[in-house]
């Protein structure tokens, strides 16, 4: 069984999230995470929200 690193749930199915296109230039680092699928749509509607919007506030 695999953990969304999100919502922390166990999943059969987890989705690699990389966190590091957006955030390159913020971070330095690159994130992988591993998101379900519920976790993963909301990600992707987050970075396209964050990438006009403000620096960054993770939620961790
Ligand atoms: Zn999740």
Redesign the pocket.
């Known amino acids: 069984m695999l953990r969304?690193d999100?919502?922390?749930?166990q999943?059969q199915v987890v989705i690699r999230v990389a966190l590091d296109r957006d955030y390159d230039r913020l971070t330095v680092k690159h994130h992988k995470m591993y998101?379900?699928p519920?976790?993963s749509k909301k990600k992707e509607e987050e970075r396209r929200k964050k990438r006009g919007a403000v620096s960054g506030t993770e939620t961790s």
């Open positions: 969304c999100f919502c922390g749930k999943s998101a379900c519920e976790c």
